[in-house]
């Protein structure tokens, strides 16, 4: 019997199965479970922008499902194919797979409009309008409002997107968020814009903002995000688990990084949802047993965008080098990235808080032509030695990275490098086709850590990755 027969013929009447399958259907129910598929989980190790997109892009060939769980429109995901240059903010990477459906799920806080015209970018540039076909928005996820821009807009201290991401999580927070799967309730109830203007004005005005909301606008607002939304919302979280109960693969593509995670980051210079494995599943809406892999992406060193310590940033020239060389611009803002070297504490930190069974390293393209590369592999803070992260913010300012220092080796252009990896991966050669001291620095970055490498990232493109299994 297919794994399809078996779940179509699931019967209405749980022991009418008994016979046919000569046990109780308590045992029926048993081996459905044990024919879920695993889902697998890809989350950023670092400060994020670690290269998710490529890699999402990259695994959902193999994917029925790619979804989204927390998060919105902070995120900035790149693929790039041949000469194009994808850049995805809502929409799950899975996009580019014609046979991917996708999902923005229960966890997350998502700009209608920023949705909107990434569709309309998406359509532009020849791809299927998916909305409703093979994208769809969970019922739970809570919806950026212009009020949640304004608010965001007057941050001073964390150096945020600005994007509504703080104020909407806050919004749920503290339950009075409004969800998609509400919007058929309220869109066209006057007395909900009313008392929802009346708090959203109380707030600006208290924090000092000039921007003030208008009722009717609101309520223009909602009735035209349930106008265009109103196909593609749905149980998501339920589409998910059936989906896994027929075989699907399922991709979980996280957002941010582990040490932007709102309660094991380097708070307060954090986003405000929890980024780390712990969510996947249930900002999913689905239940933790179904993922048996966990990726963690982590650049071969280390970059930031936004306020906050990190300890092996570097104001030099390999600084400047990494800087250059990875093209080290914010994908959302445009922000220049902060570079500095690999950080083992970071990671060790990332590893204990999501248990990676293994690494995607990417960017070791561009650690190539500097002479030697440092690894941090503890710091030191106030003349102790240290190897775990301090959870606060001043302690994580103070510390100074202690480093070991390898080899280098040779700079490659990025057509060299693709060469590389295609010649790899044609003959299964994983990292032994990398230049001896290449390889002796991700097998360092290994034995630090503890986590094997599944894939190793040289260059941009799609095909510039090298598979280690
Ligand atoms: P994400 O937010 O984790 O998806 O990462 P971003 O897309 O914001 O930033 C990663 C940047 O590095 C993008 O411009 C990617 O195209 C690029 N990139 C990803 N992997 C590699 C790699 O292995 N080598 C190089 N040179 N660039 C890469
Ligand atoms: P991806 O998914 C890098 C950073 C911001 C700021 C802090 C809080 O592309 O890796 P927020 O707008 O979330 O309240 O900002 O988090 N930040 C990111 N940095 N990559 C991201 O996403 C980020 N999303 C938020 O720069 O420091
Ligand atoms: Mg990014």
Known sequence: MTVYELVFNIPSDPHANDEVKGHSSRAFLTDLHLIDMPATVILGAQWGDEGKGKLVDRLAEQASWVARFQGGNNAGHTVVIGDRV?????????????????????????????????????IETGGDDPKGNRLFVSERAHIILPYHRAMDSLDKT??????????????????????????????YDASWAQSATERMNRSLEAAGSDVRIEVESLQEEVQWIHGIYESSIANTGLMLDNALKLNEHVILEGAQGCLLDIDQGTFPFVTSSVTSRGNATHGAGIHPGHVTDVIGITKAYITRVGNGAMPTELEDAAGEHLGTVGHEFGTTTGRKRRCGWFDAVVMRHAHRINGFTSLALTKLDVLGGLDELKICVAYELDGAEITEMPSSASALARCKPIYMTVPGFESKTLEEWLVVARHANENGLGITSLPQPAQDYVRQLESLLGIPCSSVGVGPDRDATIDCN
């Open 86 to 122: 994808l850049k995805f903010h809502l929409l799950p990477s899975g996009i580019t797979r014609q046979e991917c459906s996708l999902i923005l799920g229960d966890g997350m806080v998502i700009d209608p409009w920023v949705l909107h015209s990434e569709l309309e970018n998406w």
């Open 158 to 187: 964390i150096g945020t997107t600005g994007r509504g991401i703080g104020p909407a999580y806050s919004d749920k927070i503290n339950r009075i968020g409004l969800r998609f799967g509400d919007l058929a309730e309220i869109a």
